[in-house]
T-cell receptor, first 111, second 115 residues
Framework: NAGVTQTPKFRVLKTGQSMTLLCAQD?????MYWYRQDPGMGLRLIHY???????AKGEVPDGYNVSRLKKQNFLLGLESAAPSQTSVYFC??????????FGSGTRLTVV | SQQGEEDPQALSIQEGENATMNCSYK?????LQWYRQNSGRGLVHLIL?????REKHSGRLRVTLDTSKKSSSLLITASRAADTASYFC???????????????FGAGTRLFVKA
């Protein structure tokens, strides 16, 4: 019963470097989401997907790209990391809008 | 601006006491959900209340919803040290052109239960 798995759990990047965060879910959920969590800000939606092969922008999409080539995977890419992208990133999945399942998060520091 | 705002930002109580957290929101909603987050972990779904419901219970949790005041409260009865966590409300706005998928999370209430 893995649920939603995020890799890596921690990462330190230098400004300008790129990386990809991987999210995998084993619940056959249609919808997947990437959020970032910053102190005092709650969770903010970066991008989301309503099904395999689809993606859409959320509230704070700039500086990020996503892909959903397989239903179970949702990738978040940072092409050129900036210190403002230091945050904790959470992936979530759902079958409806009535309850999300979250991963355990990726703590990213950009120096 | 955030759709959901929790109050208080932080709450410290003794084990056995009740804990009440409030959430206010701005637009019409389809449903409101409460989540819990333990330190360093992901959010866990606790309970959902739909816009046509006024109260819901789940174990020691009681949620109320007042759509006229655009507010909700989460009551945890007989709190335990293990209830120490952050609690978030999340709203699913009833906005016609979003197609859903825009559940909005508040900044959370940090609850500390002293043993």
């Amino acid at each position: 019963n893995a649920g939603v798995t995020q890799t890596p759990k921690f990462r330190v990047l230098k400004t300008g470097q790129s990386m990809t965060l991987l999210c995998a879910q084993d619940m056959n959920h249609e919808y997947m989401y990437w959020y970032r969590q910053d102190p005092g800000m709650g969770l903010r939606l970066i991008h989301y997907s309503v099904g395999e092969g689809t993606t859409a922008k959320g509230e704070v999409p700039d500086g990020y790209n996503v892909s959903r080539l397989k239903k179970q995977n949702f990738l978040l890419g940072l092409e050129s990391a900036a210190p403002s992208q230091t945050s904790v990133y959470f992936c979530a999945s759902s079958q409806t809008q009535e309850g999300y399942t979250f991963g355990s998060g990726t703590r990213l520091t950009v120096v | 601006s955030q759709q959901g705002e929790e109050d208080p930002q932080a709450l410290s109580i003794q084990e056995g006491e009740n804990a009440t957290m409030n959430c206010s929101y701005k637009t019409s909603i389809n449903n409101l959900q409460w989540y819990r987050q333990n330190s360093g972990r992901g959010l866990v779904h606790l309970i959902l209340i739909r816009s046509n419901e006024r109260e819901k219970h789940s174990g020691r949790l009681r949620v109320t919803l007042d759509t006229s005041k655009k507010s909700s409260s989460l009551l945890i009865t007989a709190s335990r040290a293990a209830d120490t966590a952050s609690y978030f409300c999340a709203t699913d706005p009833a906005v016609g052109d979003t197609g859903g998928f825009k559940t909005i999370f508040g900044a959370g209430t940090r609850l500390f239960v002293k043993a």
